[in-house]
């Protein structure tokens, strides 16, 4: 997969249906060639031309032709590598040292002209996959400090095009994931996280086009930083009408200290070239993600039910089991007690920090509640917010130097809460101790992992460096815990969560099972939140509940069956009060929990097509295919029904040519190629909030 030619010192990274070329001039700087469509060795050759001339002296370098822009020389553009030296001097004069490729891997090495600094760069493919990974190791050798102004993971050039599109997601919270596409702004645009966390305002994934790309059609280059920190992408567009971005840990304005002998791994920001629109490039994600960044690739996620909504901070051993019994005759495989089980929490304002079952509510622990629920035919779950404290804790009490300050200055709580400073090795140790315990002490199955507030005063008195180091120390130990606690428990299962869908990304998805998209429930507002977050990540890692009407957040209601089919569209749960529902309602869900069993390989496991987007008036939906076109299923959605509206036909995809797909409800036979070329009439009940379920499964050959 990886080439490398002598005599052009052309390196190619071919992947199935892309190539990737680069080369190292014969000043020592490493330099972009190509990205697109696949060439040869020869071919990438060919690729290399003169250095083009200045224009004029107020020019410089062209900051898109190198593999890393670094800042020095006459270069003008946003930096990926800022370097300052002990001495005060500043930038990275190129020196290759080595290289090492092989199939699937390529390491060039450089050092600095006249300062012991070395700098590798990394790349990766699978044999699988068009997705390129690519990060960055920066490492001192020399006997005095160096400051990392900037270190971004990789910097990603595209060919010149006529147009440049954006697309990106923006949000809040209970409003994650509100897909953007716009044309890409001359100069620089930033997206970034100053929260500490991956945040729920933007998330590490840019998308561009030359403008055109449709959902089926079109060629499109993306990208995703695997990093639940605080995070910075920067798309440049310049006056000669190149594009193209750098990524990596941190915001402006942080640094990273290197002392002698320490090394800087950055985490991967990947990217993938892909013809067939934005649905092709979505998809490639998802493959991606399934086989080589979630733990679990090939297991299915359990139906689960959540209490929170149900009980709010009104947890106790009592009404739990009542829940958990009406969760277990619905088909509920996993069984999770949210916030409120522990210290003294009874609301937001106390007893984070303080993780021992509360007496009155759990008088003989949890042992008895979880006993019940795996009596029950149900895995057991637990929120934790371990990076947490509330100033109103033991915890606090005796260690209030454990959170993020600095000295003299105040501590700003959010959510009555303050954070527990995670770079502390004593603190990751903490939790990784309790945590430990009491997983193994309880038979836990399953974590929820929750961070509800960012950051604020971020800082680390006592230590050197301290609030420049703990960005990417926080991030490190938060995933050391997760892995050692995972390799402690090979069979607990994590959920990621902040307040919602505050922290998705890569990194996380690489060591949880699946993500809590959103605190919105609320079914209509979910489709678009779920259309945001399936531009990249899998419906597989897509937590999605069905909860109570009105919902609490905005008051809506809309029928069972609709949240329901909002919620199989990924990881289904129910996170509503069973001792409310009537018996019809409970019949009802058992039904439709039932038939997502039948379906949810193919949801969690198939290809994703994006019919139609979730609009106002008109008929969206999302078709979900075995990736060997056996099955398929469509979700089919209408809001609000409007006299005068169209119903167009939706063609589905996926499909095997020339096959006969069944209804594996009506027994009704279709064909693939009409089904395909001339589309579906989607029958779905008249009136506002109609949705429909179709599977049709794949006829044997005749
Ligand atoms: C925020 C989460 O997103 C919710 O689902 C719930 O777990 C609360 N925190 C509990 O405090």
């Avoid at 898109?64 to 001097?89: I, K, N, T």
């Avoid at 305002?201 to 089926?216: I, K, R």
């Avoid at 079952?357 to 949890?366: Q, V």
Wanted: charged share 20%; hydrophobic share 35%.
């Amino acid at each position: 997969m990886i080439s490398f030619a002598p005599d052009s010192g052309v390196y190619l990274l071919a992947t199935p249906n892309s190539s990737y070329a680069l080369r190292v001039d014969e000043s020592g700087t490493p330099r972009h060639l190509a990205w697109g469509p696949r060439l040869t060795l020869e071919e990438a050759a060919a690729l290399v031309g003169p250095e083009v001339p200045m224009a004029s002296s107020f020019e410089g370098v062209s900051p898109l032709g190198e593999e890393l822009p670094v800042d020095g020389g006459a270069r003008y553009g946003p930096p990926s590598l800022q370097v300052r030296f002990a001495d005060g001097s500043r930038a990275f004069e190129w020196q290759p040292t080595g290289q090492h490729v092989t199939d699937d891997k390529l390491e060039l090495g450089f050092r600095d002209r006249n300062y012991p600094l070395d700098v590798t760069l990394h790349y990766r493919v699978h044999a699988d996959s068009d997705v390129i990974e690519r990060w960055t190791v920066v490492r001192n050798a020399g006997d005095e400090p160096v400051t990392l102004l900037r270190t971004d993971s990789a910097a990603w050039a595209l060919p010149p095009l006529r147009h440049y599109r954006l697309s990106h997601v923006t949000g809040q919270w209970c409003a994650e994931s509100q897909l953007r596409r716009e044309e890409l702004s001359y100069g620089e645009t930033v997206l970034t996280s100053r929260r500490g966390v991956t945040s729920h305002h933007a998330n590490p994934w840019v998308m561009l086009d030359a403008g055109e790309a449709t959902e089926e059609h079109g060629r499109v280059w993306s990208a995703t930083l695997a990093w639940s920190g605080s995070w910075r992408i920067t798309a440049q567009r310049t006056p000669d009408g190149r594009a193209g971005f750098t990524g990596g840990i941190g915001h402006d304005g942080t640094n990273v200290p290197l002392a002698p002998g320490e090394e800087l791994t950055t985490p991967p920001f990947a990217a993938v070239c892909t013809d067939g629109g934005f649905g092709a490039a979505s998809r490639a994600w998802h493959a991606y993600t399934i086989a080589h960044v979630v733990p679990h690739p090939e297991e299915l996620a359990p139906v689960l039910y959540n209490s929170w909504e149900a009980t709010g901070f009104d947890v106790d051993e009592v009404s739990q089991k009542a829940l958990a019994e009406r969760a277990a005759e619905l088909g509920v495989e996993l069984y999770v007690v949210d916030d409120g089980w522990f210290g003294a929490r009874r609301s937001d304002h106390a007893g984070l920090g303080d993780w021992t079952p509360t007496p009155e509510r759990f008088p003989n622990g949890l042992t008895p509640l979880v006993d019940t629920v795996h009596g029950l035919g149900m895995k057991f779950g637990l929120w934790v917010e371990p990076e947490m404290v509330n100033p109103d804790s033991d915890l606090y009490r005796e260690h209030p130097d454990w959170v993020l300050h600095f000295t003299d200055r105040p501590r700003t709580e959010l959510r009555n809460q303050l954070v527990l400073n995670f770079a502390r090795r004593d603190v990751a140790d903490w939790a990784y101790g309790w945590l430990t315990r009491l997983v193994g002490d309880h038979g836990i199955d399953f974590l929820k992992w929750d961070m509800n507030r960012a950051f604020s005063e971020a800082g680390w008195p006592g230590q050197p460096d301290g609030s420049d180091r703990l960005g990417p120390q926080y991030v490190r130990n938060l995933y050391g815990v997760i892995d050692r606690l995972r390799a402690d428990h090979p069979a607990l299962r994590i959920e990621a969560c902040s307040g919602g869908g505050g922290r998705v990304d890569l990194g996380i998805l690489s060591r949880t099972d699946q993500a809590w998209a959103s605190d919105n429930t609320d079914a209509a507002d979910r489709m678009g939140i779920q259309h945001g977050y399936g531009q990249v990540y899998p419906a597989r890692t897509m937590g999605a509940w069905v909860t109570d009407v009105p919902n609490q957040l905005t008051d809506r209601t809309v029928p069972l069956r609709f949240r329901f089919h909002v919620a199989m569209a990924g990881a289904l749960g129910i996170g509503g009060d069973l001792t409310h529902w009537s018996e019809d309602e409970l019949r009802e869900a058992a039904a439709l929990v039932a038939e997502y069993k039948q379906v949810r390989h193919l949801v969690q496991h198939g290809r994703l097509d994006r019919l139609s987007p979730p609009g106002q008036d008109t008929v969206s939906g999302v078709q979900y295919t075995a990736t060997d076109g056996s099955e398929t299923l469509l979700l089919a959605y209408r809001r609000v029904g409007r006299s005068g509206a169209q119903h167009l036909p939706v063609r589905l995809r996926g499909l095997t040519p020339g096959a006969r797909y069944r209804d594996a409800c009506t027994g009704v036979v279709h064909h693939a190629t009409v089904l395909a070329e001339y589309g579906l009439q989607i029958d779905l009940p008249s009136g506002d909030w109609s949705s429909t379920a179709l599977h049709l499964v794949r006829e044997p050959e005749a």
